[in-house]
């Protein structure tokens, strides 16, 4: 038996110098050396002898296990230092190849048409004004002529905080109060951009949340046709000058009269399609004569001030403008939709 295993280290040995990756590695591992290989099986069977030639066996076994081990060792560091440097050489960095292009992001659909809404009015004379996220009950209903109870709220379903009186702004209106208190009795002309929250049922053409732009104009002798012609050259600016746009009659609480401002839907042309509610306009603002009791409440005396006051929904105008069919795509996070823009 003492030949025998002699015989098998010879063979090990030369199975071994065969080897050339890391999966004959591991196969001659589990051939000779591992629990089922012929190296461990064979020292098993060291019972099998006389006892007088078990230590002698025994021994031998022992060295023959060593010399594996230690050559198996040697064989794997080899073949691990080739691999490596077979892999250096195929993956080269070749320096001069051009880079690999980073992908591009982009503005967001509302951001683009933000900065476009807010382009054309701040070449008209506006100036931005930031106006609060959250509001309080006083300034987003009471001070534009809405008391508590009064039914015109009902046109804004609103999200309350747990603190009573403060909630979710529905509309950029508060900021009118905002900044005729911090301005009067001087001369206005703002816009408010910023997102509004209303409790609403989702759908095709509205969100729970979404932009507004506010606008307005505060001063001695401003007149409905200076309304009118602001919002006709916006719309012209915006949209082109071919397309046909009407003003209809509305009512908000805040503003005497006060009108809504259609633009002929873009998606069907004016033959009716479900985001126009099949009438082929979508509206995209409501406006009118500022409230004299708002004027009051900002701190102008409205025997002698007058202004105008629009506001409108960037995202519906989006919508018009680049064919987008639901509303709901653009807080839905999608980058198919995004990456469009
Ligand atoms: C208002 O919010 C008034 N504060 C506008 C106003 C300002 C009138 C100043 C007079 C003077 P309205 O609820 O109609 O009005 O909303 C104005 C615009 O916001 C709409 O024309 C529409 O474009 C947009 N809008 C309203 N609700 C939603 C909604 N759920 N999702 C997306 N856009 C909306």
Known sequence: MLEALDRLYEEAR????AVADSEGLSAWYSRYLGRKGAVTQ???RVGELPKEERPAFGRRANEVKAALEAAFQARSRAIKEAEIAREVEAGAIDVTLPGRPLPRGRLHPSTRILREIVA???RMGFQVYRSRDVETDE???QLL???PHHPARDMWDTFYTTEPGVLLRTHTSPGQIHAMREYAPHPIRVILPGMCYRYEQITARSEIQFNQVEGLAVG???TMTDLK???VEFARQLFGEDRPYRFRCSHFPFTEPSVEMDIQCILCGGEGCPVCKHTGWLEIMGAGMVHPVVLRNGGYDPNVYSGFAFGMGPERIAM???GINDIRYFWGNDLRFLEQF
């Open 145 to 147: 002529n809405m008391p």
């Open 42 to 44: 064979m020292v098993r």
């Open 220 to 222: 001695r002798r401003i």
């Open 139 to 141: 300034y987003n209903f």
């Open 120 to 122: 054309i009015l701040t």
């Open 229 to 231: 012609g602001t919002l």
């Open 14 to 17: 030369n199975a071994l110098e």
């Open 320 to 322: 018009l403008k680049y």
